[in-house]
């Protein structure tokens, strides 16, 4: 699935959903080595549980972040 962000640095997040596990995060933009550990971090992870872990996170004064937009991603390929 691709999925674009809104209010973020990152424009795109790009990832696969297999029995309901996440596979292949790839964030297009934003702060490059964190992205890639938050990619790291929830590879084979369940979906259900990583929305738990970083919805509502939020990236200095703006209501929302990277991880809090992959949440909203995760939620609608849900």
Known sequence: ???KTHGTCSQ???FEL???KIHNVSFTGGCNGNLKGISALVEGMDAKEAIA???GIQCGFKNTSCPDQL???L???L
Do not use: C, N, R, T
């Open 1 to 3: 699935m691709v999925y």
């Open 53 to 55: 872990k970083l919805e």
């Open 18 to 20: 297999e029995d309901g």
């Open 12 to 14: 795109l997040i790009s």
């Open 71 to 73: 949440a909203k991603a």
């Open 75 to 77: 939620k609608q390929a």
